[in-house]
Structures are given as C-alpha cells and as structure tokens.
C-alpha cells in the first residue's frame, strides 16, 4: 500500500483522466514535496494548525492536497501521517459526501452571509475527528466577507481546520494571511509530470506512444491538471496533429465582423472538448504571432503553413484590430482565472471584439470614433472628386504583381474601394501648393523626401504611428502630392487616426503642407519595409522577414518594444527565448 501509483478513484466511463487520477494520499501527490512534508509531518505529530493558506498557479495541487489532509486527519488508518484512502472517511470525502470537510469557491460565493452561514456551522460537531473547511480562490472574497473569515480565524473552534486556496496570496488580506500558515505550490518539473503521464497510462491501459506523453507534457506546461486533459484530448484524437485548436472559423468571423459566427466557432470548439481556458490561451498564443508577423516578423517563431496562414489572417485583419484582439483576449484570460463560467467570458469578448458599440474600453471608444469619422468623411470628400486620381491601381508601383504568398485567406485582398483622400483633412491652411511651398518642394527628388520621410519624420510621429508607418512606403513625389503606400486596406484606413500628428511632422521637416495620397500595395509586405530602390518582391513572408530588415531603425526599435510590453502583458514572467 505504500506505492507511489496512482490509483483511479471512479471509473464511470468518460470521466476525465484528471478525475480518475486525482491523488488520493500524500504518497500520490507529485511535484510538492515540500508541501507533502509539512503536511505530513504536521498529521503524524500532531502539530496541525488552525488554518492554511496555500498559494500557486491553477493546476498544481492546492484543493487536492487540501482534500488529502483532510482525509488523512480523519483516516480510520492512518499510516505514517498518511491517509489509507479506503476507509469509508477516505471514501466519502473522495466521494464528497462527507460532513466533515466543507468546500466553498469563494470566486463564486464571496458574499458576507456566504462567510457567516458557512462559519457559523464551525462551532457544530462533526462525525470525524476534524472539520476542514476548504476555500478556494479565497482572495476573491469580498471586504466583509473576508472581514467576517477573519473573526472565525482569530478564535477557531479546536476541531476545525481552515485551508484557504489562492492563485494570488498578494490579494488576501495581510491580517488573514499572518494567521494562518503559507504552503506555496510550484509549476511541476516536465520530469515529473512525464512519470505522472506514463504511470496514469499504465494504469488506465491507455493507448499512448511517448510522442503523444512528451506532446501533453508540454501542453500541461506545468500543470497536472492540464497535462492530463491533454492527454485526454491527443488519445481522444489520436493524434498529434489535433494537440492545437483550429482558429481559422473564428479569425473568418472576425475579418468579416461576424458575430453569430465567432459564437458558432467558439462553440464547436468547446463541443470538441477543449476547455475554455485553454482556447482562450491557444488563441492568444495565435494573435500573438498574428500581431508579430505584422509588427516585427523577425520575432515571430510561427513556422511553415502556420507562418503563412497566420500572416494571411494578419493582412485581412490589420495591425490596429490584432492588437484590439490580443489586448481584450489578454484581458479575458485575466477575468477567466475568477469567473465561475468561463466560456462566458470569452463569448463576451468576442462579441465585444465584433460590436465595439457594447465595448466601453478605451480601444473600442476609439474604433468607434474611428467609424463616426469614416461614416462622416465619404460624402465631404465625395463632392471634391480630385479623389480620383489619389487611387492607383494596386501594385502599380511596384510593378510585381500583387500575388499573395499564400493560398489562403490573404489572396482576397480587396481592391481599394474609394475613400477621402485621408491626409491633409480639415486642417488650417491645407490648400495646395503656396507659392513658396512649391518653390522648395520643387528642389526635392523622391529619393530626398523617402529618405527623410523614412528617418526624420516617421521617428517624430506617435508610437501608434510609427507602428503604421513602418510599413509604408514613399512611393511617388510630384512637388506638391506624396504618394504613400500600405500593405493593405485595413491599414489604409488607420491613417485616418495618424494623419495630424504626421501632417505636423512633415511640415516641421519640410516647412511644406504637402498633400498625401495614400495608396494599397499588397506586394508590401506588412512590418518589412522592403529598400525603396528594389521591386517589391512576390516571395512568401518568411523569407523577406528574415533576408534582411531596415536593421537597427529607431522605428523598429519601437516596435520592438512595444512588442515586447504587449508579451509581457499577456504572459507574465515570460521570457524570450530565440
Ligand atoms: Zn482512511
């Protein structure tokens, strides 16, 4: 009885191998030992306190080793501090029938009264030996509520012991906190999790290769809990292949502004069993590479097909909407980790996403503003049909064809539907060509105005700008007009929201109020600003992102960085590897 094996507690047909496999004794836990040792050694001498606070990521054993300590305080037969996990105590609370242990998730139940029926029922006897209350996520507990937990913990009834879980110990309460004893929980070591996976295998009798062990492993990124429904999932699938969610119906959904799609997507997603959590930290890893393939492609480690399709997805979508989506998801995985339905969560996001008129963030207010002024601008800039001209046909200047590297969604990309000319706007003095004004701006070649365009104007606009206009391209000068062109019609459009601040940096640079044009080239590659001297070349993404880059440019420098806080926003404590 003294193996380390896991032993299945139900087997009731599909239940999750998580479920089936969940330690039922100290000796099962793994990747805690010095939790286990504290534990253990506190049941078998006796010295148990009145209250716990155990702390670490989802995942890693705090409500399970939390159940084990109760098990083992109650045990029939104890063994070594341990529980047997068979006597009709360890049975029933494996079971959840038992009256001695009392859960309590206090992200859903963190009112006061929740507090006070629950504590009131401490001064009770109970059957066994001890009464463990269980509180999970404890520092979602409100004010009062928390106020009313600690009146409990200053006085605890002998025969109680509180064990109070946590994913952020920083937001209990510091006068909770110094009463009760703080076990932290740690990521589980691949090594470990990899001997979890293959005994649970054995014991199961599953059908799994170590490819597809190696492969849960990785997705469990620490975590049993996680590496074991990626277990389900690949042996459920079967093969590799399926270890990532298919996302291409719910980018669909969102170039198109689809929202019964999008909730359509996600719920066949969720039907093939992936766990929300999950989609919603897979899709952001997507977006990630999304928002990176645009902004930074050097940096972006998708590869192959992925690279491709990932891009594709990027061009349709533009860069100012790939960063809305990865700031609202990062935004939802953070409110996931509280809620108690998850799958809401994302479906709101997603809506919101879709229908910024529901959003009240700053980003959808601006998306909004962004719509008035479209909706505002067309029939101003209808009547002036000098518009005409402003639109060349795509990839007339480049000469290269405008092939898309890729067969997929990309090879759609729309032929620039007429729109105001977006720069010079309602500005003061923005008529054509003084006098002056054209005197100087005759003495510029299209090779003077790029190049200082390139270093002296961009590096003086907005980060927001810069991010944009690293991927223009001067490509026409007349003395009066510039022509500038984009990668595509999403980011055409976004010049609306530049357009001051870079019409005050050219007019420092040049003293001129030049009239901008801009102009769709999908032959551009979005975040490689091919040398202006070169054709725009049809080859696929990964290989003008990595041939060479404008290297070492003040404005990729702020891409770069900006890049990087995004990252860090969304996977805290990440480091990059390259
Ligand atoms: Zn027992």
Redesign the pocket.
């Known amino acids: 009885m003294a193996d380390s094996s896991p032993t299945p507690t139900s087997i009731d047909g599909v239940t999750a191998l998580y479920r089936r496999f969940r330690p039922g004794r100290f000796a099962e836990l793994r990747g805690q030992d010095h939790v286990v040792r504290a534990l253990q050694g506190a049941v078998k001498n006796d010295r148990i306190v009145h209250a716990y606070l155990f702390s670490g990521p989802r995942g890693t054993g705090k409500t399970t080793a939390a159940r084990i300590l109760a ?1 083992a305080l109650n ?4 063994l070594d501090g341990d ?5 009709a ?2 049975v029933a609370i494996t079971r959840g029938s038992s009256l001695d242990v009392i859960e309590l998730d206090a992200a859903s139940n963190n009112g006061v009264d929740d507090i006070r029926e629950i504590t009131a029922g401490a001064w009770h006897g109970t059957p066994g030996q001890w009464k463990v209350y269980i509180f999970d996520e404890v520092h979602q507990l409100s004010k009062a509520a928390s106020a009313a937990l600690l009146k409990t913990l200053e006085e605890p009834p002998q025969h109680v012991v509180f064990v109070l879980a946590t994913t952020d110990p920083h937001k209990v309460l510091p006068t909770i906190r110094s009463r009760t004893q703080h076990l932290e929980f740690r990521l589980i070591g691949g090594e470990t999790l990899s001997s979890l996976l293959h005994d649970v295998q054995g014991a199961a009798g599953l059908a799994a290769d170590d490819a597809l062990i190696d492969a849960a492993v990785r997705l469990g990124r620490g975590s049993a809990r996680d590496a074991l429904s990626a277990l389900d999932q690949l042996i459920a699938t079967g093969s590799l292949s399926e270890t990532q969610p298919e996302f291409d119906g719910l980018f669909h959904a969102l170039v198109h502004a689809d929202a019964v799609e999008a909730l359509r997507s996600l719920a066949l997603l969720t039907r093939e069993g992936w766990d929300p959590e999950q989609l919603a930290e897979s899709f952001a890893a997507e977006i990630r590479q999304v928002f990176l393939l645009q902004a930074a492609p050097d940096v972006a480690d998708a590869v192959d097909a992925d690279r491709d399709r990932l891009s594709a997805w990027g061009s349709q979508l533009g860069l100012a909407r790939t960063v809305r989506i990865l700031e609202t998801i990062g935004r939802a995985m953070r409110e996931m980790k509280s809620a108690p339905d998850k799958v809401v969560i994302l479906e709101v996001a997603l809506v919101r996403l879709i229908k910024p008129e529901l959003d009240s963030s700053i980003e959808a207010l601006d998306e909004r503003v962004t719509k008035i002024e479209r909706a505002g601008a067309r029939p101003v800039a209808a009547p002036s049909s000098t518009a005409g001209p402003a639109l060349r046909p795509i990839g007339s200047t480049g000469g290269a064809p405008p092939v898309s590297p890729t067969a997929g969604p990309a090879a759609t990309v729309a032929p620039a539907p007429p729109a105001p000319p977006a720069s010079p706007g309602p500005g003061p003095g923005s008529g054509p060509g003084s006098g002056r004004a054209a005197s100087d701006a005759a003495a510029l070649s299209l090779e003077d105005v790029r190049e200082r365009f390139e270093q002296r104007v961009v590096p003086r606009t907005a980060r927001s700008a810069q991010l944009l206009l690293k991927n223009a391209r001067v490509c026409s000068f007349d003395g009066q007009r510039l022509s500038i062109a984009l990668p595509n019609e999403e980011m055409r459009q976004n010049t609306e929201h530049i357009a001051q601040g870079l019409r005050s940096a050219m007019e420092h640079e040049f003293k001129v109020n030049f009239q901008i044009d801009w102009i769709v080239d999908p032959s551009l590659v979005a975040g490689s600003s091919a040398p202006s001297s070169r054709p725009a070349r049809p080859e696929p993404p990964e290989r003008s992102g990595a041939d060479e880059d404008p290297a070492g440019d003040e404005s990729s420098i702020v891409v770069d960085s900006m890049a990087g806080h995004l990252i860090s926003e969304m996977f805290p404590g990440a480091e990059e590897i390259s």
């Open positions: 098990k045990c029939e037969h104890p529980a047997c996990n068979e006597c105590s360890c």
